[in-house]
């Protein structure tokens, strides 16, 4: 099974609407980071969390909030998509004290209409 | 300034050859850099770390020059299973934040 698990994969939903992307992860890492992935401009960062009790505001969250339900889990909210927000969307985790790896998800291709 | 920035490419290079992504960096205060790969449509993963030493993975090496803030990655012998783009990562800060470059894309071909 994978480490990192995004549901949905993707999913297609007009403008206004709420969406709720979820993530989990078996690793027992504390740090989650939520990326959207756009063409030519690489990941960028939205939100990320370093327990369950700290989240912090990446470099592109207007229009996002997020939700650290347990250690394990970290969810992206579009309160009110908008079409620009159509994106690839990646969720990662690290290790605290550990290697600095990130381990990626699979990401979830979101389009708004 | 971006962060990271890398040449979009893409690089068409034939089996077997040499072939090198160099990615320049901003600001003096990061920590640590990395290489992760990426297929298309799939999530990033690491290709490895880089150190201030250099260091080699087989048939990858990578080089840091803090001095002239860039850092770059060599891969030997070409395989077609390089085809893909290579993403340059740097972590600032006390809190594991990392800056991603927009990728560097290999095309090796028969």
């Known amino acids: 099974d994978a480490d990192v698990t995004q549901t949905p994969r993707n999913r297609i939903t007009k403008t206004g609407k709420r969406i709720m992307l979820e993530c989990s992860q078996t690793k027992g890492h504390d740090r989650m980071y939520w990326y959207r992935q756009d063409p030519g401009l690489g990941l960028r960062l939205i939100y990320y969390s370093f327990d369950v009790k700290d989240i912090n505001k990446g470099e592109i969250s207007d229009g996002y909030s997020v939700s650290r339900q347990a250690q394990a889990k970290f969810s992206l909210s579009l309160e009110s998509a908008i079409p620009n927000q159509t994106a690839l969307y990646f969720c990662?985790?690290?290790?605290?004290?550990?290697?600095?790896?990130?381990?990626f998800g699979p990401g979830t291709r979101l389009t708004v209409l | 300034r971006k962060e990271v920035e890398q040449d979009p490419g893409p690089f068409n290079v034939p089996e077997g050859a040499t072939v090198a992504f160099n990615c320049t960096y901003s600001n003096s205060a990061s920590q640590s850099f990395f290489w992760y790969r990426q297929d298309c449509r799939k999530e990033p993963k690491l290709l490895m770390s880089?150190?201030?030493s250099g260091n080699e993975d087989g048939r990858f090496t990578a080089q840091l020059n803090r001095a002239s803030q860039y850092i770059s990655l060599l891969i030997r012998d070409s395989k077609l299973s390089d085809s893909a783009t290579y993403l340059c990562?740097?972590?600032?800060?006390?809190?594991?934040?990392?800056?991603f470059g927009s990728g560097t894309k290999l095309n090796v071909k028969p």
């Open positions: 990562v740097v972590k600032r800060g006390n809190f594991n934040k990392f800056y």
């Open positions: 880089v150190y201030s």
């Open positions: 990662a985790t690290s290790d605290f004290g550990g290697s600095d790896t990130q381990y």
